[in-house]
Structure formats: structure tokens, C-alpha cells
């Protein structure tokens, strides 16, 4: 349902513009100039986050946004740990 469909004529003209209008005011409208970058690097390459958790960087799966429960958490350290290097052997 539309807005002028459940509205009077004077109050859409009022509030809604036309399409003559809308195509004015896009072609009006300049692109901002910017030279600064979007985003900024986290940290240097080479840094603990790209070298992920196996190598003591930081793992989101592990993240209290993920995993709220801190005895969770440290089941699931657990877990890995058994899976991977030596101890994943046993």
C-alpha cells in the first residue's frame, strides 16, 4: 500500500515529492571527495591476527560473543588442545 493511496492529496503533495523532483535532486547530488581509506589495518602484516589461534593469534570462535559461558570456553580449549600437537597423539 502505498502513501498517497492512504493519504489525502494535500497532505502527500506536501510531504511526498514528485518524481520530477527526486530525479533533480539525485542529479544534484556530488559524490563526497575523500582520500582517506575506508579502514584502517588492525595491526601490521605479519601481526598475531594473521597468523591465527595455532600460532597465539586471536580466535573468534572463542569469543565470549560466541561462546557466553567462561567454563564453555574452557571445555572447548580443552577439546582443541586434544585434537592438535602432541597431545592430540595420545
Known amino acids: 500500500m502505498a502513501f498517497r493511496e492512504v493519504s489525502n492529496q494535500?497532505?502527500?503533495?506536501?510531504l511526498m515529492p514528485t518524481?520530477?523532483?527526486?530525479?533533480?535532486?539525485?542529479?544534484s547530488t556530488q559524490p563526497m571527495q575523500?582520500?582517506?581509506?575506508l579502514f584502517e589495518d588492525?595491526?601490521?602484516s605479519?601481526?598475531?591476527?594473521?597468523?591465527?589461534?595455532a600460532m597465539g593469534g586471536f580466535d573468534a570462535s572463542m569469543s565470549p560473543t560466541v561462546v557466553p559461558s567462561a567454563s564453555d570456553r574452557e571445555?572447548?580449549?580443552?577439546m582443541k588442545a586434544r585434537s592438535s600437537g602432541i597431545a592430540g597423539l595420545v
Open 42 to 44: 588492525l595491526e601490521p
Open 10 to 14: 494535500e497532505i502527500s503533495d506536501k
Open 19 to 27: 518524481a520530477q523532483e527526486m530525479q533533480a535532486r539525485m542529479a
Open 46 to 53: 605479519g601481526g598475531l591476527a594473521s597468523m591465527g589461534p
Open 34 to 37: 575523500n582520500d582517506m581509506p
Open 75 to 78: 571445555i572447548a580449549e580443552r
